[in-house]
């Protein structure tokens, strides 16, 4: 807590071991404030930390995990992510030179006003249901076409990498479902 000096008229000045043995203005009703000497000698007391909670994931979109706040916004830009990310309260060292050019997939990350975490909110199980409809959606027109055409080595290619994405987008959806994959991350933690 800041040290403070209170006017005769009750008003409370926080004041800073600079102005010890100074006269302060109230800004209520202006009259002088003599502020003591020792006032510098006097450590102000650190903040305490807020205790360690797990991260409450009951609605990232719109509440802090950390610290239940309102105050949420979308990180829309890779490059304003990075600058929050180089701004945590911590330093935060990707694993890799790629972490921070990864694209925005499905979901874009969350800053808290309040405390400052940064997270990556969960993905809904429709992202889950949507992923696998697609994925066995396109599994089954590469199969069908496979079957009823006379294919060129070209097409051959364009069919397996249609296959190969259904089967991308119909595991990813299986793993969304099943809770494997898809789980909000807390980026940084924020002030503490």
Not at 37 to 62: G, H, I, N
Not at 133 to 154: D, F, H, K, N
Not at 160 to 178: D, K, M
Request: with cysteine.
């Amino acid at each position: 807590m800041s040290p403070s000096v209170t006017c005769e008229c009750g008003h409370s000045l926080v004041v800073d071991g600079s102005k010890a043995g100074l006269t302060m203005t109230c800004p209520n009703c202006q009259r002088p404030v003599p502020v003591p000497a020792d006032m510098a000698k006097q450590p102000s007391e650190p903040t305490p930390p807020l205790p360690a909670r797990e991260p409450c994931w009951d609605d990232p979109y719109r509440t802090c995990p950390v610290c239940g706040g309102q105050s949420v916004s979308k990180i829309s830009s890779k490059r304003a992510y990075q600058e929050k990310l180089r701004a945590c309260s911590h330093e935060y060292q990707p694993e890799d030179a790629e972490e921070l050019n990864q694209p925005f997939i499905l979901t874009v990350p969350r800053a808290c006003g309040q405390c400052g975490a940064i997270w990556m909110v969960p993905l809904g199980r429709l992202a889950g249901i949507v992923l696998l409809i697609a994925g066995v959606l396109a599994i089954a027109a590469g199969v069908w076409i496979w079957s009823e055409m006379e294919i060129t080595p070209r097409q051959r290619n364009v069919i397996f990498a249609v296959l190969g994405l259904g089967i991308a987008g119909a595991s990813y959806g299986v793993a969304l479902l099943a809770g494997k994959k898809g789980k909000g991350t807390l980026v940084d933690p924020g002030r503490k």
